[in-house]
């Protein structure tokens, strides 16, 4: 297929070269040139701007920072709306607003177009052995026809229901994971207080009932996993900046639906003050190192 790609950063472009090494077309674009240069010399074609990448493709993907972002490529009159080909099926992989999601997927319905949201998890390591988790928010028939391309850049495909059912999904999974983070730091700190070894005291919890993904596979203590950003000053994963976007997205859409998340909020402040306190950009165990 001939596959447009916006988006190539951490997540966008190992998921685009597995696309490409699965025989596919794929024209790409990102504000970065670097992502570009690597893209390119993997045997992605370089588009102009955002709206070429969509010219003469089957699918479209876009993978964004932010709602903002999102509503910006496909709508107003520049938008990917109102210059791509109805026949081309949209996909958004960003993690945005459910609310935002429906919006964006009503308006390309109005325009004849078919779309999906399908946010992912699974991290970089996950997009780099395409082994994500889809969560996929389109009608059935969509789903038929993306899933193929899905599987290329994944492992589980879930159809969570309709247009913006995927958003929701991720937005209640990051929710739970940036909580998860911030008690398994608690609880290796406190060991570690106590004079316990951290990769004995993690052992022990990952056979114990305080088992959970981020003690099994991305640990936030320095010295006890290989090949998680804690292995490496933090650097790289998934931003603090990104997981308090993503926190706020949780406890914004809990209170339009006026549900009670009071550990979500307290994540969300959590990570906040962290962010405020300059790291920001490092992956979001670094808040095994947060300050009181």
Same mark, same amino acid.
Not at 52 to 77: K, N, T, W
Not at 233 to 253: C, R
């Given at each position: 297929?001939?596959?447009?790609?916006?988006?190539?950063?951490?997540?966008?472009?190992?998921?685009?070269?597995?696309?490409?090494?699965?025989?596919?077309?794929?024209?790409?674009?990102?504000?970065?040139?670097?992502?570009?240069?690597?893209?390119?010399?993997?045997?992605?074609?370089?588009?102009?701007?955002?709206?070429?990448?969509?010219?003469?493709?089957?699918?479209?993907? +876009?993978?964004?920072?932010?709602?903002?972002? #999102?509503?910006? =490529? &496909?709508?107003?009159?520049? %938008? $990917?709306?109102?210059?791509?080909?109805?026949?081309?099926?949209?996909?958004?992989?960003?993690?945005?607003?459910?609310?935002?999601?429906?919006?964006?997927?009503?308006?390309?319905?109005?325009?004849?177009?078919?779309?999906?949201?399908?946010?992912?998890?699974?991290?970089?390591?996950?997009?780099?052995?395409?082994?994500?988790?889809?969560?996929?928010?389109?009608?059935?028939?969509?789903?038929?026809?993306?899933?193929?391309?899905?599987?290329?850049?994944?492992?589980?495909?879930?159809?969570?229901?309709?247009?913006?059912?995927?958003?929701?999904?991720?937005?209640?999974?990051?929710?739970?994971?940036?909580?998860?983070?911030?008690?398994?730091?608690?609880?290796?700190?406190?060991?570690?207080?106590?004079?316990?070894?951290?990769?004995?005291?993690?052992?022990?919890? +990952?056979?114990?009932?305080?088992?959970?993904? #981020?003690?099994? =596979? &991305?640990?936030?203590?320095? %010295? $006890?996993?290989?090949?998680?950003?804690?292995?490496?000053?933090?650097?790289?994963?998934?931003?603090?900046?990104?997981?308090?976007?993503?926190?706020?997205?949780?406890?914004?859409?809990?209170?339009?639906?006026?549900?009670?998340?009071?550990?979500?909020?307290?994540?969300?402040?959590?990570?906040?003050?962290?962010?405020?306190?300059?790291?920001?950009?490092?992956?979001?165990?670094?808040?095994?190192?947060?300050?009181?």
């Amino acid at each position: 297929m001939k596959i447009g790609f916006v988006g190539l950063g951490n997540m966008g472009l190992p998921m685009a070269l597995n696309l490409l090494k699965a025989g596919h077309e794929v024209r790409g674009f990102d504000l970065v040139q670097s992502q570009l240069d690597t893209f390119a010399a993997a045997g992605g074609v370089i588009a102009s701007n955002a709206n070429a990448c969509a010219q003469d493709a089957d699918v479209f993907i +876009s993978m964004l920072p932010a709602s903002r972002h #999102v509503e910006g =490529l &496909y709508l107003g009159e520049q %938008g $990917v709306l109102a210059s791509a080909h109805p026949k081309t099926l949209l996909i958004d992989c960003s993690t945005i607003s459910p609310q935002v999601a429906q919006a964006v997927s009503q308006a390309a319905q109005a325009k004849g177009f078919a779309m999906a949201d399908a946010p992912v998890s699974g991290g970089t390591a996950g997009a780099q052995a395409g082994t994500l988790t889809f969560m996929v928010g389109a009608q059935p028939s969509v789903l038929d026809y993306i899933r193929p391309i899905l599987e290329k850049m994944g492992k589980n495909i879930f159809h969570a229901g309709g247009n913006g059912a995927g958003q929701t999904a991720k937005v209640c999974n990051n929710m739970l994971l940036g909580i998860q983070m911030l008690g398994t730091c608690e609880a290796l700190r406190l060991g570690i207080a106590n004079g316990l070894d951290p990769k004995v005291l993690s052992d022990i919890m +990952s056979k114990s009932s305080g088992r959970n993904w #981020v003690l099994e =596979l &991305y640990n936030p203590c320095p %010295g $006890v996993m290989e090949n998680v950003p804690a292995s490496r000053d933090y650097a790289g994963g998934f931003g603090v900046d990104l997981m308090l976007k993503d926190m706020g997205l949780a406890t914004e859409n809990a209170k339009d639906l006026e549900a009670s998340v009071p550990l979500g909020e307290l994540a969300q402040q959590l990570y906040e003050a962290h962010s405020k306190a300059g790291y920001g950009q490092l992956d979001f165990s670094s808040v095994f190192n947060l300050k009181k």
